[in-house]
């Protein structure tokens, strides 16, 4: 097969790590990557599900691209891949009014080349979503630039079961890969310029692979020549146990920025949402990582407006973010997904309330995030370059070993990749400037 594609990515950085693979399937039936849907004889929407909006977007998505079929002269095709092609399977296409040629499931990308074979011989209306215990395929390495943040998933899918969460449905049963792939992974990446990896699962803290737990693994990849970074994301709260926040404070190359979701701070919600701790339990946590590793920051998620969530309830939320004094977070509206079991409930809080609380969140967050980052003037850290700058060819990006974005003047002794002590002197949005602090 030969031809053009373009991939349009939504979603997490599974789905990131998810079109890297597509593309490197597309890619050995001989096709090449555009990055224009306009300049494509095939685009492929790698979709996500987990909010109601995210879907709207693609469907819309879906439509506006059609157009690009009027007065074309070759064939368009167009598939969906990702979550919705889980959660809705035909119904997508019907939804779509048949304008995708297939939906594949993310256990199914190692059949592409078979559903791009039967659409050449004029089958319609393909949908490929069975799930696979055993799916084993790989993102192909990024070519350029060199470094940045490479993404490796460990892990698939996810058996917490959260009550409003769709993953579980879309991704199927939780499995872990086996360590050697992972580490041959990773030597690949290096062995390339990577410099840096980024683990990824749904609940990547509860990796296991026999004997190897998420501790033993980040001990593995860090051992990889070459990475000076390894990162992960996201974790689970409970797994977090003091053993695990030793084993990262003895690795030096694992970040001290730690993603740990805690999605409501009243009990009476968490129990609902069976997320398996109380908020006294999870702030311990959070206690035992700070005394632990030092310079540890959390970020977190959270969720606002799920059924039965009282002011009194938001209180505690809000109690929690300003204690915790989180780097960062995301936070959400609720919203109902079919097939989950909350949405059995009734969406008792109104649009308007939901969004009024979000907004009363987001205020005290910014607060939040922006003490945090006060604390960080004056202070000398260490930062690992990991890309130049988007906007000035004069400067280069760093982040801290707690992922903290830094911004410094370019030298010209200064290399991505390697790391430079710095003092920091300002604070822009969300990133610190610094200057390079002589004689490191
Ligand atoms: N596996 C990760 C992230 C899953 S989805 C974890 O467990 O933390 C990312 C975030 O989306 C979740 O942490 C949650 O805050 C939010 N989310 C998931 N389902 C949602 C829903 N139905 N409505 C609103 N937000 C949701
Ligand atoms: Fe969803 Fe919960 Fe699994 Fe995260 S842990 S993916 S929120 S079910
Ligand atoms: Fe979305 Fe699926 Fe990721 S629902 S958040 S793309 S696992």
Redesign the pocket.
């Known amino acids: 097969m030969t031809g053009k594609f373009y991939i349009e990515t939504y979603g997490?950085q599974m789905n990131s790590y998810d079109s890297q693979a597509i593309e490197g399937i597309l890619e050995g039936l001989g096709m090449t990557p555009v990055l224009k849907p306009e300049a494509a004889d095939l685009i492929i929407f790698n979709t996500c599900s987990?909010?109601?909006a995210a879907e709207q977007r693609v469907i819309g998505r879906i439509n506006q691209l059609d157009g690009l079929r009027r007065g074309r002269k070759g064939r368009l095709l167009m598939g969906v891949a990702g979550c919705m092609s889980q959660r809705m399977g035909e119904e997508l296409i019907a939804v779509t009014k048949r304008r995708l040629d297939f939906v594949v499931g993310p256990d199914q990308y190692n059949n592409l080349p078979e559903i791009l074979a039967r659409i050449e011989a004029e089958e319609r209306d393909l949908c490929y979503r069975d799930f696979d215990q055993e799916v084993a395929y790989f993102a192909k390495p990024k070519d350029t630039p060199p470094g940045g943040t490479h993404f490796v998933a460990v892990m698939r899918g996810?058996d917490?079961f959260?009550t409003?969460?769709?993953?579980p449905f879309t991704r199927g049963r939780e499995r872990s890969r086996d360590r050697r792939s992972i580490v041959e992974e990773v030597e690949r990446l290096a062995a390339r310029g990577a410099f840096e990896v980024m683990l990824l699962?749904?609940?990547v803290s509860s990796y296991c692979d026999d004997d190897l737990d998420f501790a033993g693994l980040l001990g593995e990849v860090s051992a990889v020549e070459g990475i000076e970074s390894v990162r992960f994301?996201?974790?689970?709260p409970t797994d977090m146990d003091i053993g695990f926040f030793r084993a990262v404070a003895s690795l030096p190359k694992v970040g001290t920025g730690i993603?740990?979701?805690f999605?409501s701070g009243s009990d009476k919600i968490l129990k609902a949402m069976n997320r398996r701790y109380t908020i006294g339990e999870y702030e311990r946590i959070l206690e035992n990582g700070r005394r632990e590793v030092p310079g540890l920051l959390f970020s977190t998620?959270?969720?606002v407006g799920?059924p039965g969530e009282t002011e009194e309830d938001f209180q505690a939320t809000l109690a929690v973010v300003e204690r915790q004094a989180f780097i960062s977070a995301?936070?959400?509206?609720?919203?109902?997904?079919e097939g989950?079991l909350?949405?059995r409930w009734e969406d008792d809080i109104p649009t308007a309330v939901k969004e009024e609380r979000l907004g009363r969140l987001i205020a005290l967050q910014e607060r939040m995030s922006r003490r945090q980052l006060d604390r960080c003037l004056g202070q000398e850290m260490e930062i690992l370059l990991d890309e130049p700058s988007k906007k000035l060819e004069t400067q280069l990006r760093g982040r801290t070993r707690s992922n903290v974005r830094v911004i410094i003047d370019k030298d010209p002794d200064l290399k991505i990749g390697s790391k430079v002590m710095v003092r920091v002197t300002e604070i822009k949005g969300t990133s610190l400037l610094a200057v390079r602090v002589q004689g490191d």
């Open positions: 997490c987990v909010r109601d996810c917490k959260c409003y969460c769709i993953v699962g749904q609940a994301m996201t974790s689970y993603h740990l979701p999605q998620d959270i969720i799920f995301y936070m959400f509206k609720y919203s109902p997904r989950t909350s949405a």
